[in-house]
Every structure is written in C-alpha cells, then in structure tokens.
C-alpha cells in the first residue's frame, strides 16, 4: 500500500507540473519505480545473503536437544539405568531387566576442520554469484533505460507528427481559400472547392489520428517508467538534430569492455574453476570435530540424576564411489569449455550487433540530410503550383498533389530525425555505455 502512495504521488507531481519531464527525469524515474528492476535488486540481495550463509559454514554449530525413551528391550532398558547410574548389576536379571525410561537434554557442537576446501571454495563460487548478479542488474538498467529512451523519442516523435499535421491542414485550409477566390473569379469550377473542402477534412481526420497516437505515447513513456498509465504528462524537447561522430573500431572496443553479457560469461568462466576445484575436492580427506554434553534422569525431563560429555575428531576420506567423482571433474572440465565457448560467440555477436548499429546510424544520418533536402524542393515545387493554379494554369488536383508531396517529406523527415536519434541511442546501447551517454541523447 505504501509503495501504491508512493507510486501514486509521484505520478500526481509528474503530471500536475506546468514544465515539462526530462529525458534525465524520466530515466530517474524509471530506475527508481520499475518493478523488473526492483525484482532484479531482489535477487541481488538474495545472493548477498547466500555469500554470508557460505560464510558461516566455517563457523561451529551448537544443537539443544532433548529426547526420550521407554523400553522393555533389555539391552536398551539395561543402558538407560547405566545412564543414571542405577544398575544394579547384582540384583538385575540381563536377560529380562524389566521396563526402563530416560529423560535426556543436552547440547552437541559441531565443527568442520578440513573438508578438503569444499568451504573456501563454497565462498569464492558466492562471492562470483554476487558480482554475476551484479552485473545482470546493470544489464537490466541498462535495458530500462534504453526502453525509456526510446519511449521519449517515441513521444517526441509523435509530438512532431502532430505538428505536421497541423501544418497540412493550415495549408489545406489556405488551397480551400484559394479555390474559393478562384471559383469566384470564374477561373475555376464549384468541383474545385468541394475537392479542395475534402483535402482539408482529410488532413483534419490525420490531426485527430496524430493527436491520439501522441497521447498513447505518452502514457507508453509512463509506463515504461514503472508508473500507471493514468494521465497526460509534458513532455521538455522537440525531436531535432545534432551531430554525432562515432568510429566503428572504437565502439567495437568499446563494446568488447563494457558489455555486461561478457563480463558475466568472464565471471562464469572464472567460476567454473571453483566449480572444478570443487569436484576435485572430494578425493581430499575431511577432517570434522564434535561434541555433546547432556543430563539424563528416569523421573523427570530436566532432571538430573547424571551427566556426561563426549568430545571427538573424525576424519574421513572416500576410497570408491564408483568413478562418480572422476566425472564430476570431467563434468565441470566440459562446463568451463561451454562457457568459453559461449563467450567468443557473445564477442562475435556483440561486434556485429555494434557494426549494424554503427551503419544502422550513417544511414539515419544521410536521411535526414536527404528528407532535409526533400522539404526545401518540395515547398518550391508547391510554391510554383500555387502560383500556377492562382493563374488558372493548373489544375486542383496537381495542386493538392503537390501539397500531398510536401506533406509526405514533412512526415519523412520526423521518421528521418526519429531514427537517427534511435541509431545514436542503439549506438550507445550495443556498446554498454547508454548508462553514461543517455544524457546526451537530450540535447
């Protein structure tokens, strides 16, 4: 209930502000409210705590017991007198002693000396747990923020597509002006107007559609952070450009260090020899200490008609198990292969990854030169057919085709800018460092 608050009020302050969420806001937000990465920090300290358990397998052990037992068995019935010191080895029949009882309550210790480094080794696989599960949270907050990222653009985007639209229908608005001036003037016919009426409505239809689909995006960016869709929220940015160089060796580099996948599987791989040392560790003896010390009576539980205590060393080593341990080294030989096996094929892969993001980014960049481009010709074009149709030297239908041009490289554009601020995002995301760059993206 209190996280529900807590989560509630930070979504009432996030939307109820007059300026507006920042990438970094949204960011922070999201590392601090997704629950992925809460169940993630979870796991981490689930794997803190089997460190210390691995850990406190060195220290002793002390047990408090009590038992109790009744018996017509004559040895036993004869063992629970000698316990109290009550036999009478005169007077009793050994071979039919009669019933016994015998209240017993006492502590026992144990304490591992030498299990052949099973201990210490049991520590280093933890402590290699630990710091593999470490990584996968960076992994994962590196993943929540590529998604918020790209929810952002995704808001962005849609922001800019509205103001597309919005310019498509001040324009289709102004050929409707026009038809109608044209109509009146005799150079054109009624068909004129109703085709140019049409247009507008259209491009009226397409606002409304830009309008919704901004509004999905922007609860998709809420979400993304870990909060509840419920209501609108500002958004600080327009979708611009800015210029990025990147170097392709560099990032691979980049990339081959930074990656969290490789630093997991480098873990592993180093784990996988406290595994091997581990399976070897059975053909070493194991050296154990123990203890126990206890009251017993016939009459009553904590009574105490004697006492005694045991104190003992036991060592202990495995002659055969039928080649089972011969196979546990075997096993865990062919576990470190996989596991370096696996890590060339996450080099190979993450370079590739990073080389598609890399030409994924230079084409995103000529794009948006191109779609730049296309605007410019495409507004002298329709500049030329207004003044073409105002003449009577062209027809509606050229006009509104003309405009339908413009509209369309205003559209490629936003596509253009959106994805190549998503190539720069996906540039600093294959190469794990989107945690460090993500405010760059901003800007």
């Known amino acids: 209930m209190k996280k529900f608050l807590t989560s509630t009020l930070l979504l009432f302050l996030i939307t109820s502000t007059s300026y507006g969420l920042t990438l970094q806001e949204a960011v922070k937000t999201a590392l601090k409210e997704n629950n992925y990465l809460k169940a993630q920090e979870i796991s981490v300290k689930e794997k803190e705590i089997n460190l210390k358990i691995s850990k406190a397998r060195l220290l002793p052990s002390f047990s408090l017991y009590t038992d109790y037992n009744k018996t017509t068995d004559p040895p036993y019935a004869i063992m629970n007198r000698m316990e109290v010191q009550k036999l009478d080895m005169f007077n009793t029949n050994f071979n039919d002693p009669g019933k016994s009882q015998l209240f017993r309550t006492g502590i026992n210790a144990f304490l591992p000396i030498w299990l052949g480094g099973k201990l210490r080794i049991g520590i280093d696989i933890s402590k290699k747990d630990l710091k593999a599960e470490k990584t996968k949270l960076s992994k994962s907050k590196q993943e929540i923020i590529y998604q918020v990222v790209k929810a952002y653009y995704q808001v962005l985007t849609a922001k800019s597509y509205v103001e597309t639209a919005k310019l498509a229908v001040r324009d289709a608005q102004k050929h409707v002006k026009d038809a109608e001036t044209a109509y009146k003037a005799g150079l054109t016919v009624k068909s004129d107007v109703l085709r140019a009426k049409v247009y507008l409505e259209q491009a009226e239809e397409n606002l409304v559609k830009a309008k919704s689909n901004y509004e999905i995006a922007k609860r998709a960016l809420l979400t993304a952070m870990g909060l509840m869709p419920l209501n609108s929220i500002n958004i600080d940015g327009e979708l611009t450009y800015k210029k990025f160089n990147f ?190 760059h993500y405010s760059e993206l901003a800007e």
């Open 247 to 436: 170097n392709l060796q560099k990032l691979i580099k980049t990339a081959l260090k930074n990656r969290p996948e490789l630093k997991e599987l480098s873990i592993r791989e180093k784990q996988s020899n406290d595994v091997e040392k581990l399976a070897k560790s059975d053909f070493l003896p194991s050296i154990v200490a123990y203890g126990d010390y206890f009251m017993a009576s016939d009459a009553e539980p904590l009574d105490k008609d004697n006492s005694s205590w045991t104190f003992g060393l036991k060592a202990s080593v495995k002659l055969f198990d039928g080649g089972i341990r011969f196979r546990e080294v075997e096993k865990a030989r062919l576990m470190k292969l996989k596991i370096k096996e696996n890590r060339e094929r996450a080099e190979k892969g993450i370079a590739f990854e990073v080389s598609r993001a890399y030409y994924n980014f230079l084409q995103a960049e000529k794009r948006v030169e191109l779609s730049a481009a296309a605007i410019k010709s495409a507004e002298e074009s329709l500049r030329i057919m207004e003044k073409r149709y105002k003449n009577g030297l062209a027809t509606i239908t050229e006009l509104l085709d003309t405009q339908t041009a413009l509209n369309q490289a205003r559209s490629n554009y936003v596509a253009a800018l959106s994805a190549y601020r998503m190539a720069v995002a996906d540039v600093y995301y294959t190469t794990g460092t989107i945690d460090k």
